[in-house]
């Protein structure tokens, strides 16, 4: 039997816990650093006037089959609520129903024959089985081929822009496909109909259970403790040092960080690595959150293709999951998706108050400020990386210079968007990929 080995994980979000999850069911000692006080990271909730709900916008979907094992592992696999959405489009100052066929083929905006190459280019984008081609053609490019350019400027340059501002222009078509993908794989098998789900409670319970169950299985959690330094001794053991001046030995870590932040920490990696690493391109995300005392609309997602709103979209989650989860209210999120050196960052809540609010009311006529029971807003500067051209041949691996200091983070998601499900599944995939070689 071959000696059980301790490792150091570095975040303790959906990633991290997964690498401790499987390393420790096959024995070995782990430890999870986390610079927050809990775990869940990008899927961390908050308090919003005694309503506890995630920060970000979660859903599972039933294809997400990754996201479902970690339920089922951690008990919470029959707490899962299945709930049909709808979609709407907010185009020209006007609010429509997305939502069957039916409804697509009375969208105003747009003519019957450029329908007919959008509903086209969708199907053919759910087709396609090899994306390796994608990569080398830029999004705008492969759209306008497919969609013509009217349906182009119409619809897709106004969604392009909404989440990826002017970087669509170095974005591959990669990107629209696997978007396309994941939006098919949420209709259910048959019915044709978008089933979403939830777990009651949000990531809130979801995290806490799994850390619980982590916890019961022997992983150890470090709260509290930004990882300053990862150095590797002539001993060949890893020396953890924390903001709090405590250091910890171990035989292997793994760095879930992004990958500018887990080439800062390890300054025995070479120059070329660090460049690399750093040469990651990542979006942000300023993503408020608005509790109202009334519902702006019946559709979970409302995609934008007017210019003028600030936000990406508009998230109304409580047309998913159950009323009681807000204690009555209505929780909507708006996010904006920006790059890491926005000038939004640098705004106080009240500014992003009046930018995000005004508009909300502007395109809500129904609603206003009376209704408002909460305003919050979450930010993080690196959220996801950018799929650029030929992205897959220069996304750095998970193996670096000094030996048994791994990185793996949501940047090696290749082939799909960035969501909890790709993210266990990217943990999984690349810890096996090291242990099969060790």
Known sequence: MSEKKTWGIIGAGMMGMTLALRLAQQGDKVTIFEASDKAGGLTSSWAMDGVVWDKYYHVILMSDLNTRRILKEIG???????????????????????SNLVEFFKFPPIN??????????IFAASKIKNWHKLENILVADWL???SGK????????PLL?????????????????????RMYAARKSGLKKEMFGYVSGGYERINNEFAKHLKNIGVEFKYDSKIETVNKEISGNFILAISDGNTY??????????????????????????????????????CPSVLLTKEISPYYVTNITDSWPPFTGVIEMTALIDKKETKGNH?????KYVNPDDE???KNDNELKEIFLGSLYKMYPNISEKDLHFWGVSKARIVFALPTLNYSKNVPGIVTSISNYYIINSAQIINGTLNVNETIQVAETKLKEILSNE
């Open 76 to 98: 919470l696999e029959n707490e899962c609520n299945w709930v049909e959405t709808k979609t709407g489009f907010y185009s020209d100052g006007k609010l429509y129903s997305m």
């Open 249 to 286: 030995q171990f035989d292997n870590v793994i760095s879930t960080l992004s990958s500018k932040e887990s080439v800062r920490i390890a300054p025995q990696l070479s120059d070329s690595e660090k460049r690399q690493h750093e040469s990651i391109k990542y979006l942000g995300v300023i």
């Open 331 to 335: 929780l909507v999120y708006l996010p």
């Open 112 to 121: 019957l024959i450029d329908k007919f190459r959008l509903g086209l280019t």
């Open 161 to 181: 822009k909404a989440k990826l501002g002017e970087n669509y222009k170095n974005t591959s078509a990669a990107f629209i496909w696997a978007t396309i993908q």
């Open 144 to 146: 306008t081929k497919w």
């Open 344 to 346: 939004l960052f640098a």
């Open 150 to 157: 009217r349906v182009f400027e119409k619809i897709w340059l």
